[in-house]
């Protein structure tokens, strides 16, 4: 199994919150993530700090979510994949 670069843990890390109907409490996005809590935290604060993704109160409590700048950056991602394995690289 190969080591997650930071680009993939990122898009897995926003994959998830959307993927959950853009709402997700932040523990199962810890375990979903893949990640200890420390890195998590790590990842975490740079995509809040950047705009990838807020923190909204709702009834069930707290919850995370992503923002168009997130949504713009799973699409680019999944056209630089594209690209890659269109030309084999």
Known sequence: M???SKLEIVRDILKTIQTNKNSIKVTPLIRKSNLSSARFSEYFNELLA?????ERTEKAGKVIAVTEK???YL???QSIV???EEFDL
């Open 2 to 4: 190969t080591k997650r």
């Open 50 to 54: 950047k705009g990838f993704i807020i």
């Open 82 to 84: 594209g690209f890659i």
């Open 70 to 72: 997130a949504f713009r």
């Open 75 to 77: 699409e680019k991602y």
